[in-house]
């Protein structure tokens, strides 16, 4: 086993996942304990401005399988990949991004690689042991659980997103290409085509800018205001649970402790009355925008700007305005 912190760069069509770049945070402090390198590996056909961005964010190796049978994620060829690129390195410890794509690989790696898994973690350290220490939320949120995984072995642990944020770097760093060699079975699973939700609208984990909505909206369709909004700012759209579970929005939209942790530039609250559940998920945004009825919404305990106005009125007007601003 090296000293050597390994990640996991997700990317998809050569973009790389938001995720993947938070997770050299970590990984640089953990190498600078360990004394080892921080070595990227990207996965997928065509990856060279994913590779090159990761780059950018100030790792020492670069490791690339490209395949066109990696053109599009498949849990039992991306498990093989990145599997052999694990071996290779032979790491300390292994980070990848919590998103549903490093959630379904990291424990098929961890099988294969013998190694002790942590998932879901928010913070990690190597401790004066040389074991890695980390912590990760429990019963939804509500208790943190403190893990420390063997010394003696690999380590892998998935992060959950927006925990940290993206360094920068020089570039610069070797690369390597490792051939992809499919193990048999992989084919068992065959992917023909990735369904998009959600039309061009991004996802909230990845957004600058995110206009949510609760359970004020009334259904689905009124929703739409909150999209053309979103639209002009070229935002992500996310929703309250109980937006959520009367059907307003799909689940993948939730913010909040059983939803989604986002740490956006601008959050937009409209009609959320701020539960502690919703706060846990979207606390950290830089800026916080809250429109409600009620003034003793606790949402404007945390907002950065408050009105007390109906959305309906509102929305249409904030819209209209930014509008203006484009011309
Ligand atoms: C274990 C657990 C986990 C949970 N996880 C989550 C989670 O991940 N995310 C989450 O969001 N919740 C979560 N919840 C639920 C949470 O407790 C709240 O019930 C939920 O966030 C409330 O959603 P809301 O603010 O949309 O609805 P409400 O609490 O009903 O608030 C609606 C708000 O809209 C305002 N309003 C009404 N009409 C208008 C109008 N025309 N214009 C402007 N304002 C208006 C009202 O004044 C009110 O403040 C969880 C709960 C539990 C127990």
Do not use: W
Request: proline share 5%.
């Amino acid at each position: 086993m090296t000293n050597d912190i390994f990640i996991f760069a997700e990317q998809r069509n050569d973009k790389l996942h938001p995720a993947a770049l938070q997770i050299v945070t970590p990984a640089k402090a953990l190498a600078e304990k360990t004394g080892g390198q921080v070595v990227a590996c990207v996965i997928g056909d065509a990856i060279d401005n994913a590779a090159t961005a990761i780059d950018k964010a100030g790792v020492e190796r670069i490791i690339t399988i490209s395949d066109p049978s990696l053109a599009m994620y498949s849990a039992l060829r991306y498990r093989t990949a990145l599997t052999a690129a694990v071996q290779k390195v032979d790491p300390k410890v292994t980070l990848l991004p919590a998103t549903f794509m490093g959630r379904d690989l990291s424990p098929r790696v961890a099988v294969r690689t013998k190694a002790a898994l942590a998932t879901d973690v928010i913070e990690l350290q190597i401790n004066d042991g040389g074991a890695l220490d980390v912590v990760r939320p429990i019963y939804n949120g509500k208790a943190t659980c403190h893990v420390t995984l063997p010394a003696d072995r690999p380590a892998i642990a998935s992060v959950r997103p927006n925990t940290f944020a993206a360094p920068s770097g020089a570039g610069g760093a070797q690369r390597e290409a490792l051939s992809f060699e499919p193990a048999s079975g992989d084919e068992r699973i065959d992917v023909k085509e990735i369904a998009k939700t959600g039309g061009d609208i991004k996802d909230v984990t990845e957004a600058d800018i995110i206009v949510s909505g609760g359970r004020a909206l009334k259904n689905e369709d009124n929703f739409k205001i909150l999209f053309d909004l979103a639209k002009e700012l070229d935002a992500a759209v996310g929703a309250s649970r109980a937006a959520c579970d009367a059907g307003y929005q799909p689940h993948t939209r939730q913010v909040g402790l059983t939803g989604k942790t986002v740490t956006p530039k601008l959050y937009f609250a409209f009609g959320i009355s701020g539960a502690i559940q919703h706060m846990a998920g979207m606390r950290g945004s830089k800026v916080i925008v809250a429109v409600n009825t009620d003034p003793e919404a606790p949402m404007f305990r945390v907002a950065d700007y408050g009105i007390v106005a109906d959305l309906f009125k509102v929305v249409p007007l904030l819209t209209a305005e930014i509008k203006k601003l484009e011309r």
